[in-house]
């Protein structure tokens, strides 16, 4: 192989190792990095800036509420999601894990979303789910289960997927995820919801909708 094509081949690689690399939370290079909002005598790491270690107390580790249940009544899905990601606990700043609580009424979901930075492990404490995620184009295949207390399901980082009370009481669900700051993307409250909105011609052929549908669509989110 020739010199210049050799090292064109070692760029792409280091490129693409590197692409790899930044797919979650880098790892911390310190004990602990609680954030703060003060930059003075800070140091910035991982989009926070870094409490003085030999300040770190309890505290900054602590939340106290995840056995209480949420309102699930505040939304048209009929669930809360709890979350306890690094703007509840700011101990949590570079050690690249969260975790939430979810909350359902009977017939209630968390409705189609992703995390693009996070892949989530869950584990269903009261009532039995139907959960699923569907794999990247052009496959888009549904892999789906029907879980009860105690069963656990994996989301992998990325994917759309769900999760929905199949049953006639209440469910609970504690999930754990993969990043200090998962993000979340709730399919049909950024196509139809966005600020300004999307052009409903965009939709309408996206979709194969009929535009009157795009705008009604449009108007409910």
Do not use: W
């Amino acid at each position: 192989m020739k010199k210049g094509v050799s090292f064109l081949v070692t760029v792409a690689l280091v490129a693409l190792v590197s692409s790899l690399a930044s797919a979650s939370d880098p790892s911390p290079l310190q004990d602990t990095c609680v954030a703060i909002d003060e930059p003075k005598d800070a140091v910035f790491v991982n989009g926070k800036f870094c409490k003085d270690p030999k300040l770190t107390v309890a505290e900054d580790f602590f939340f106290s509420g995840l056995d209480k249940p949420g309102n699930t009544s505040i939304n048209p899905v009929a669930s809360n999601v709890t979350t306890v990601n690094v703007e509840q606990i700011k101990g949590l700043n570079t050690l690249g894990i969260s975790m939430v609580r979810i909350d359902y009424e009977p017939y209630g979901q968390n409705p189609p979303h992703t995390h693009p930075r996070a892949t989530e492990i869950l584990t269903v404490l009261e009532g039995t789910l139907y959960v699923g995620f569907v794999t990247s184009n052009t496959e888009n295949r549904l892999i789906s289960k029907v879980l009860n207390k105690g069963d656990v399901f994996v989301f992998p980082i990325g994917l759309i997927h769900f999760q929905f009370n199949i049953g006639k009481t209440n469910a609970v669900a504690i999930a754990a995820l993969s990043s200090q700051n998962p993000g979340v993307i709730t399919i049909a409250n950024a196509v139809f919801g966005s600020d300004p909105p999307i052009n409903p011609d965009v939709l309408t052929r996206a979709f194969q909708l009929d535009k009157s549908v795009v705008k009604y669509l449009q108007s409910r989110f």
